[in-house]
């Protein structure tokens, strides 16, 4: 941020929990789309998939980050 010039005033961020049917919509989750879902996340780094995923008896949910970035510039 320094190299473009930004002072940063507020940074907040957020996290959202997404049921996994949700954020698969329109896709079901039975459909070969999950699937690839599903092995890429088993391919994940074992410090990844926890940040990405949530996982419990039969389901999955989708962890979501955003960041809000107030900066100022000059």
Do not use: C, N
Not at 19 to 36: H, I, N, V
């Amino acid at each position: 941020m320094a190299e473009a010039g930004l002072s940063p005033l507020h940074p907040e961020a957020f996290e959202e929990e997404v049921a996994w049917p949700e954020w698969l919509y329109p896709l079901g989750p039975e459909g070969w789309e999950a699937k690839r879902v599903e092995e890429v996340l088993a391919q994940a780094s074992p410090g990844t998939r926890p940040l990405v995923v949530r996982e419990g008896p039969g389901d999955h949910t989708l962890i979501k980050r955003r960041m809000v970035l107030v900066a100022l510039k000059g």
